[in-house]
């Protein structure tokens, strides 16, 4: 499909700093842009809907998958996330370059949808350090936690099929590695 090259999957392990990196790079490049997911979590402390996610009901979800308006769709740890069709299109329409930050279900199905799209996946320096900042954010309870770890071992062993490998040591430097991925892709056909 048209305008494929401009769509970037960015995943890796819930903690690993995907939102705090991918923040930073919309910050300092503006012409990129994030698409807003769907999902059926509760709101956490300084998100906004429309905003952070279009937060959901189950039943909101449900009818929205069976219109056929979410291209993709997980169910993590309990809740279902997805991406929105309109959210994807107008992106490879306008030809603008739009990261989409979902976990590896999602990304391979975007990858097989539109081949032509880049995913790129985030690692942590460590596990150590995955658990340490994963506890630091503190808006998790330890039963998500302990979760949100043991998939962090599953999806690191997928993460060989991604087109991109970035660690995420320091977020300035790891937001100039994706930009840089996003740039080299732009000019490629
Ligand atoms: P994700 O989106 O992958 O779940 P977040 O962006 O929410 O992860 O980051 C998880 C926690 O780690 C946050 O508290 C964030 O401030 C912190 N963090 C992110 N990147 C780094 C980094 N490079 N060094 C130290 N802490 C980081
Ligand atoms: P969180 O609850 O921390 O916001 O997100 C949990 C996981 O769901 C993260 O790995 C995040 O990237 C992923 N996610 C967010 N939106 C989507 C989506 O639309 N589709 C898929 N497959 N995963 C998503």
Avoid: W
């Avoid at 320096?125 to 936690?145: N, Y």
């Amino acid at each position: 499909m048209q305008g494929e090259k401009y769509l970037f999957v960015v995943s890796g392990p819930s903690g690993t700093g995907k939102d705090t990196v991918v923040s930073q790079l919309l910050k300092k490049h503006p012409e990129v842009h994030k698409t807003v997911s769907a999902t059926t979590r509760a709101m956490r402390e300084g998100e906004t809907n429309g905003v952070s996610y279009y937060f959901l009901t189950k039943d909101q979800f449900r009818s929205e998958l069976e219109a056929g308006g979410i291209v993709e769709h997980t169910c993590y740890c309990e809740n279902y996330y997805g991406t929105l069709r309109s959210e994807v299109e107008r992106y490879m329409m306008e030809q603008t370059p739009v990261i989409l930050v979902i976990e590896v279900e999602g990304a391979g199905n975007i990858k097989r949808l539109y081949p032509d799209s880049t995913t790129i996946f985030v690692l942590p320096p460590d596990m150590k350090e995955l658990e340490h900042r994963l506890r630091c954010r503190g808006t998790e309870s330890e039963e998500v936690i302990e979760k949100r770890l043991r998939r962090a071992e599953t999806e690191i062993a997928l993460s060989a099929d991604y087109d991109e490998h970035v660690v995420n040591d320091v977020v300035d430097t790891c937001a100039d590695q994706i930009y840089s991925i996003i740039q080299d892709r732009l000019v490629r056909d």
